[in-house]
């Protein structure tokens, strides 16, 4: 009985350890890319001649 | 497929929370029969006669091998459309499965391996069948590995194909070396060689496995898009 324990346990503790690691890659350049939105709305909005100076 | 459009258009700037539907109904999907399937496959169905309670791996390590050549299937289909319109979607699409894949792969060897050592009493044999899986975990191994050495994304893209493409021989051959070669590997299970509550709690099992797949694919397919969109903006920037 322990080797179908471990079996099952491992296969599911994988499958759900991989759709984990996925998800926190989508949040993460999902976020980037809101990041990059931002900051391009950012540069649209600013006056004509301020390139970037404070 | 529906594939999603490029994003970071003016039509479609974030493609994360618009295919976030889709995803969720298939990981709902997914755990369910997952859930379903491994209370049946555990509790449920009776044991086999001869090898008792293990035989219930079986319900895992089939569909784990059987979407791990479809797997690699949609590489082989992808790497070849891609290869013909050099559309970079097609690779995003094989490198995702092939990730997925290699998971599926892995899963079946240490599964074979966990009913093995109770049934043969080894781990490990260099049996047709296992050695033949070994090699196809090794190719899509070497898939990734190529698309992360090259440094030019239309040359790891261009490579890896090649390899999709010659490496998805080794999935017929995986298939009939059990009757090519004398192998202490079973022959593949027919419907008339297996009791109606077993086969119906393997293609239960095969269905949860598949809607995992589906999800994992989808899901990887979306944050390698994102992924491109972010590296086109930082180059523009």
């Given at each position: 009985?322990?080797?179908?324990?471990?079996?099952?346990?491992?296969?599911?503790?994988?499958?759900?350890?991989?759709?984990?690691?996925?998800?926190?890659?989508?949040?993460?350049?999902?976020?980037?890319?809101?990041?990059?939105?931002?900051?391009?709305?950012?540069?649209?909005?600013?006056?004509?001649?301020?390139?970037?100076?404070? | 497929?529906?594939?999603?459009?490029?994003?970071?258009?003016?039509?479609?700037?974030?493609?994360?929370?618009?295919?976030?539907?889709?995803?969720?109904?298939?990981?709902?999907?997914?755990?369910?029969?997952?859930?379903?399937g491994?209370?049946i496959g555990?509790?449920v169905v009776p044991p086999d006669a001869m090898q008792g309670d293990v035989q219930r791996l079986m319900y895992l390590h089939v569909p784990a091998a059987w979407l791990?050549f479809l797997?690699?299937?949609?590489?082989?289909?992808?790497?070849?459309?891609?290869?013909?319109?050099?559309?970079?979607?097609?690779?995003?699409?094989?490198?995702?499965?092939?990730?997925?894949?290699?998971?599926?792969?892995?899963?079946?060897?240490?599964?074979g391996?966990?009913w093995?050592?109770?049934i043969?009493?080894?781990?490990?044999?260099?049996?047709?069948r296992?050695?033949?899986?070994?090699?196809?975990?090794?190719?899509?191994?070497?898939?990734?590995?190529?698309?992360?050495?090259?440094?030019?994304?239309?040359?790891?893209?261009?490579?890896?194909?090649?390899?999709?493409?010659?490496?998805?021989?080794?999935?017929p051959?995986v298939y009939l070396s059990v009757t090519w070669w004398r192998s202490l590997h079973q022959p593949p299970s027919s419907p008339q060689s297996m009791a109606s509550s077993m086969l119906w709690t393997l293609m239960l099992n095969l269905v949860a496995f598949t809607?995992?797949?589906?999800?994992?694919?989808?899901?990887?397919?979306?944050?390698?898009?994102?992924?491109?969109?972010?590296?086109?903006?930082?180059?523009?920037?």
């Open positions: 009985m322990g080797y179908l324990w471990v079996g099952y346990v491992l296969t599911w503790v994988a499958m759900v350890w991989f759709a984990w690691r996925l998800e926190a890659r989508a949040r993460q350049v999902g976020r980037r890319l809101r990041e990059t939105e931002r900051d391009r709305a950012d540069e649209r909005r600013r006056p004509e001649g301020d390139h970037g100076r404070t | 497929m529906d594939l999603p459009r490029a994003p970071g258009t003016v039509t479609d700037p974030s493609p994360l929370p618009r295919l976030r539907a889709p995803h969720l109904v298939l990981a709902f999907l997914a755990v369910v029969t997952a859930v379903v491994s209370v555990l509790w791990a797997a690699f299937f949609v590489v082989f289909v992808m790497s070849v459309l891609y290869l013909i319109q050099r559309d970079p979607r097609w690779d995003l699409l094989a490198a995702s499965s092939a990730e997925v894949g290699v998971l599926f792969t892995a899963l079946t060897l240490v599964l391996s966990l093995g050592k109770p043969w009493g080894v781990w490990w044999t260099w049996d047709p296992l050695t033949t899986t070994a090699i196809l975990l090794v190719i899509y191994v070497g898939y990734l590995a190529v698309r992360s050495f090259a440094a030019d994304p239309e040359r790891a893209a261009r490579w890896s194909a090649v390899v999709g493409i010659v490496g998805f021989a080794d999935v051959i809607l995992v797949y589906a999800y994992l694919l989808l899901r990887r397919y979306q944050v390698a898009v994102a992924e491109q969109e972010l590296d086109a903006r930082r180059a523009e920037d």
